[in-house]
Every structure is written in C-alpha cells, then in structure tokens.
C-alpha cells in the first residue's frame, strides 16, 4: 500500500516589518499593452468573437456581452475588466482602434 505525503503550503513572504503577505503574481499585460480600465474609458471599438467559446457561467455572461461594439459597452452588458481582459488575450475579443500614442515630451 502506497501513501501519499501531503503537500507542502507555499512559504509566504515577509515585509519590511517583518509581517508575513501573500506573493504576488505578476500581472498579466494585455494583448497590445493597454490595460483594460483604458480601453473602458476611452470606449475603445471592439469586435466580439460571436460563437460562445465558454462554459457553465461565463458562457451565459459571455452570451449577454456578445453584442458589445464598445469596451465600456461590453462592461455595461455584465462583462467584467477580467473577463474583457481574458477574452482579449485568448483572441475572444479584438480591439479595434489602439490607443493614440502620447504625446513626445520635448
């Protein structure tokens, strides 16, 4: 009979004040490097890939969200800034027009 040894919890992290905090994952850039607060607030143009990729409970959100034309559009049918961020970079979701480049600073 073989036994299986449970796992071990990841060692936490401490702070400067030497308090123990979760770690941090780094955040995942979107496709095109514009993160999704600015795409909702410029209402960025958006295409919505129109056959349901997904399952369970983001299938019958996605199904809602489907017919956004604009990133704020697509928050305001029920999607969120993680789903939108998901459906960019899994190429569910193409952003249309990219962000104007800033200004040079001279």
């Known amino acids: 009979k073989q036994t299986i040894a449970p796992r071990k919890a990841p060692k936490k992290k401490k702070d400067g004040d030497g308090a ?20 909702i607030e410029r209402a960025a143009p958006i295409s919505v890939r ?6 369970g409970a983001s299938a019958l959100r996605y199904a809602k969200y489907m017919a956004a034309t604009t990133a704020k559009e697509y928050i305001d049918l029920g999607g969120s800034r993680a789903d939108l961020k998901h459906d960019i970079n899994k190429g569910f979701v193409k952003v249309l027009a990219p962000a104007a480049p800033a200004p040079a600073v001279v």
């Open 50 to 55: 129109q056959d349901n990729p997904k399952k």
């Open 20 to 39: 123990a905090c979760a770690p941090r994952r780094a955040a995942k850039p979107l496709v095109g490097g514009e993160d999704a607060r600015s795409l």
